[in-house]
T-cell receptor, first 115, second 112 residues
Framework: EPEVTQTPSHQVTQMGQEVILRCVPISNHLYFYWYRQILGQKVEFLVSFYNNEISEKSEIFDDQFSVERPDGSNFTLKIRSTKLEDSAMYFC?????????????FGPGTRLTVT | KNEVEQSPQNLTAQEGEFITINCSYSVGISALHWLQQHPGGGIVSLFMLSSGKKKHGRLIATINIQEKHSSLHITASHPRDSAVYICAGDMYSGGGADGLTFGKGTHLIIQP
């Protein structure tokens, strides 16, 4: 069964460093998402991406964040200058189309620890 | 802005019990997702529904659009059902790719 994959599974970085989280969505999917979950809190929407551009973004997704689909298969989330509060689990998701019955499929997550 | 509320936040039950987790949301949605999150953190989609009822094995999900309420039921619960169950509202608007709005989750423990 096709699945969304994410690398790395765990990333440790120092405050102020740039990090790139990578995702490979399911191959025939058109919509891509990044979510984050701070430890002990609910999952929060960051950004959605369609047709090679950002479709929607939350207030969390400020100028420190950017997304890219560089080669038609990978979908990346870049944090330019990490802060302690960026420590969280980051989930990528993809869906074939919007609407019922098109579910979102989640990757296993990348745990980002900023020290 | 859609708010999603779940209850209870924590639920401990004995193996075999019938489990109900409730979800309510504040504005109209296009679909409601039920998700399962295990201790390792991964999220698995259980159901996506926009009306009525869906069943998969021992899991049943219902939604009442007029009352903005959904329930997830687990029949004959088993310790392997122990996980965090999350409901999430889908605000997709046809052309858009809105992200899901998540509830805080219900931490379910089934004791043998």
């Amino acid at each position: 069964e096709p699945e969304v994959t994410q690398t790395p599974s765990h990333q440790v970085t120092q405050m102020g460093q740039e990090v790139i989280l990578r995702c490979v969505p399911i191959s025939n999917h058109l919509y891509f998402y990044w979510y984050r979950q701070i430890l002990g809190q609910k999952v929060e929407f960051l950004v959605s991406f369609y047709n090679n551009e950002i479709s929607e973004k939350s207030e969390i997704f400020d100028d420190q964040f950017s997304v890219e689909r560089p080669d038609g298969s990978n979908f990346t989330l870049k944090i330019r200058s990490t802060k302690l509060e960026d420590s969280a689990m980051y989930f990528c998701a993809s869906r074939a189309r919007t609407g019922v019955p098109y579910e979102q499929y989640f990757g296993p997550g990348t745990r980002l620890t900023v020290t | 802005k859609n708010e999603v509320e779940q209850s209870p936040q924590n639920l401990t039950a004995q193996e075999g019990e019938f489990i109900t987790i409730n979800c309510s949301y504040s504005v109209g949605i296009s679909a409601l997702h039920w998700l399962q999150q295990h201790p390792g953190g991964g999220i698995v989609s259980l159901f996506m529904l926009s009306s009525g009822k869906k069943k998969h094995g021992r899991l049943i999900a219902t939604i009442n659009i007029q009352e903005k309420h959904s329930s997830l039921h687990i029949t004959a619960s088993h310790p392997r059902d122990s996980a965090v169950y999350i409901c999430a509202g889908d605000m997709y608007s046809g052309g858009g790719a809105d992200g899901l709005t998540f509830g805080k989750g219900t931490h379910l423990i089934i004791q043998p």
